[in-house]
């Protein structure tokens, strides 16, 4: 403990510090008890102002802590619905392709199925119109192998009257040139006969093949068709299964930027609650401290003793 020294300046009383030489400023007149009152009113402004600021600089520094995790899910959170928006325009895009690839294979398709049907109306034409030249043929040789036996009976009825006008008999070489005749007629009927059998028999072998031809050409272009139906069907689904994965992917990039927001709102609450709890630590601290700050500024009664070393270093209070 030190002795007080008390001087007056400018009309104040104030309180020498022995060690510094640092006026602390008393109530004019005071006794000791009022020192000591002054001492303790000033520690506890102190003592509240610190606990204050402590209470305060921990809340500010929690709701700043928030306030960043906050903004850092905020932009999780737009980044989980910009890849939800991507994802389903290129989805949006796949599932259109897929469409187009059906369309696509059904104009193609139908086209070689035309193509088929128009294949087959052509070869059963020609076919028809084989059929029909190798009747004609076959009528028009019938007409010429009647033409020449008629003109063998014109001819052999001819020499006939001619041999017996004349009086000479048949045999010998009329006789002979008669039946010479007679072959050459039945020869040229009998190449007659062949020649328009042959002709309708080419023709009528014609429209088979102009047939079976037909129908070759026509399945295949079913078969192509057909080819460009599975070819369709196959690259739409493509499409479609694309559209399906990325839809997927879409969706767990966003469920992780949505999980990563939830953590760092989960981190800011954590944040707020630690700086909650400093708060009331440092509130209870201060509180002690205030309730506590008068009575722990010792001083002599009856002689005006302070200890000046406590009040330094637990006030501030000085000049």
Do not use: H
């Amino acid at each position: 403990m030190t002795d007080i020294q008390i001087i007056r300046k400018d009309g104040c009383d104030f309180i020498v510090d022995p060690e510094s030489g640092r006026l602390y400023p008393v109530i004019s007149g005071g006794e000791p008890a009022t020192i000591t009152a002054v001492a303790a009113v000033a520690a506890v402004v102190v003592a509240a102002a610190g606990a204050a600021y402590t209470i305060y600089s921990s809340q500010q520094a929690a709701a700043a802590q928030q306030e960043q995790m906050n903004q850092a899910a905020a932009a999780s959170e737009r980044q989980a619905q910009q890849a939800r928006e991507a994802a389903a325009y290129q989805a949006t895009l796949r599932q259109q392709d897929a469409e187009l690839a059906d369309r696509a294979a059904a104009i193609n398709a139908g086209l070689a199925t035309d193509e088929a049907a128009i294949i087959e109306e052509g070869a059963a034409r020609d076919a028809a119109i084989a059929r029909a030249n190798a009747t004609f043929a076959q009528d028009a040789s019938r007409d010429n192998v009647l033409d020449l036996r008629r003109r063998k009976d014109i001819v052999m009825g001819a020499g006939r009257a001619l041999i017996g006008a004349s009086g000479v008999t048949t045999e010998g070489s009329p006789l002979l040139s008669m039946m010479d005749t007679q072959d050459q007629l039945d020869l040229e009927i009998s190449r007659e006969q062949i020649r328009g059998a042959r002709e309708a028999d080419s023709l009528i072998d014609e429209s088979s093949l102009i047939t079976a031809d037909g129908r070759l050409r026509a399945t295949a272009a079913r078969e192509e068709a057909a080819r460009i139906r599975f070819g369709g069907d196959v690259q739409s689904q493509a499409y479609r299964n694309e559209a399906i994965l990325t839809r997927y992917a879409g969706e767990t990039r966003a469920s992780g930027y949505l999980d990563q927001a939830a953590g760092q709102r989960y981190q800011g609450d954590i944040y707020r609650m630690a700086g909650t709890q400093k708060s009331i630590a440092a509130g209870i601290s201060g509180a002690g401290t205030v309730l506590t700050a008068g009575a722990k500024v010792p001083w002599r009664g009856g002689g005006g003793g302070l200890d000046l070393a406590y009040y330094r270093a637990n006030t501030g209070y000085y000049m």
